[in-house]
């Protein structure tokens, strides 16, 4: 009975679909730097580098400054392509696309 209750659940598409994405962040650079995801699905960035970095795209979301060792996430939701750098760091560019 609890087996056909979760076959149910997982047959909803909006339900099974969510997923959870990591960009690492290495080296100075967001990698991968484009990364394509799903709307409602969730990124997480990494910071492993030994010095603080953003995701920031202006309007769209800002990590603010992530430690050494942080993380940030963010979950997807208006369709399109946001381009986004690390405040500290111009240079630092990276990509999310957004799909159905
Ligand atoms: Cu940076």
Redesign the pocket.
């Known amino acids: 009975m609890r087996a056909g209750w979760l076959a149910a659940l997982l047959a909803l598409p909006g339900l099974a679909a969510a997923a959870t994405h990591i960009v690492t962040i290495e080296g100075?650079q967001f990698q991968p730097a484009v990364r394509t995801v799903k709307s409602g699905d969730t990124v997480v960035w990494r910071n492993k580098d030994l010095?603080p970095?953003?995701a920031t795209a202006a309007g769209k979301f800002d990590s603010k400054s992530m430690a050494p060792g942080g993380q940030w996430s963010w979950t997807a939701k208006a369709k399109g392509r946001q381009d986004y750098a690390?405040t500290?760091?111009p240079t630092?560019k990276g990509s999310i696309v957004v799909r159905d």
């Open positions: 100075m010095v970095h953003t690390c500290f760091h630092m």
